[in-house]
């Protein structure tokens, strides 16, 4: 039986070279190739249509989150699971929405993580637990009672928040990326869903409709 084929994405090439031994020491996982940020996670997935890609969250330049959302647009079979150094609750449901098929933290011990990745090959969620709880918690959120009321449709995040501040106030999305400190494709993300959430098509016109709501 052929090893699984496993595409590694991380900046730090230390963290990724520690993980490459680790996963090539498992005779049923093997890693074909390993890249420094999501452009190049998406071009080398292209390329090397690898079973898993195991990535980092918060990289330079394409972020893993908008590399997820790309990848599972061009490659829907390829499984995600990615992997940051915190637990942040918008960043984790993010992940999920676009398509990954786990998030781990890189806390995370060597055995489990290998394990968490046979369970993702084997197209179950690889979350670790206390993250696994939110998710729990989240879905029974959204699924008590029926439909979500009118007013609930428009409601954002504190991250979509405060990009949408900076925003209204005219910051372009280099400068909230750096107010924020993430990446620029990060807040192009929570600009798309900005106004997908206020069914607006530009930004001046979320700054009027959120400010009429009450949200600004």
């Given at each position: ?57 918060q ?25 940051t ?16 098929q786990?998030y ?13 990745l ?12 206390h ?17 979500p009321?009118k ?6 995040t ?22 924020l ?10 600009i ?11 930004r001046r ?12």
């Amino acid at each position: 039986m052929k090893p699984a084929r496993i595409l590694l994405a991380d900046d730090h090439i230390l963290f990724r070279e520690g993980l490459a031994g680790i996963i090539n020491a498992q005779a049923d996982l093997q890693v074909i190739g390993e890249a420094n940020d999501g452009l190049e996670a998406l071009v080398k997935a292209q390329e090397l249509k690898p079973d898993l890609i195991l990535m980092d969250v918060q990289m330079p330049g394409m972020d893993g989150i908008e590399a997820v959302r790309q990848i599972k647009q061009a490659l829907p079979e390829i499984s995600i699971v990615m992997l940051t150094v915190r637990g942040d609750d918008e960043m984790l449901f993010e992940a999920l929405k676009n398509g990954a098929q786990g998030y781990l933290l890189k806390e995370i011990r060597a055995q489990a993580l290998l394990e968490m990745l046979r369970s993702a090959l084997q197209g179950e969620a690889a979350v670790s637990p206390h993250l696994a709880g939110r998710v729990l918690a989240e879905f029974r959120r959204i699924s008590v009672g029926a439909a979500p009321d009118k007013e609930d449709e428009g409601s954002l995040t504190e991250r979509e928040y405060q990009v949408l501040l900076q925003a209204a106030n005219g910051s372009t999305d280099k400068e909230i990326a750096a107010e924020l400190n993430i990446s620029l494709n990060t807040v192009k993300t929570h600009i798309r869903n900005i106004l997908s959430k206020l069914h607006v098509s530009t930004r001046r016109e979320a700054a009027r409709v959120a400010k009429a709501k009450g949200i600004l």
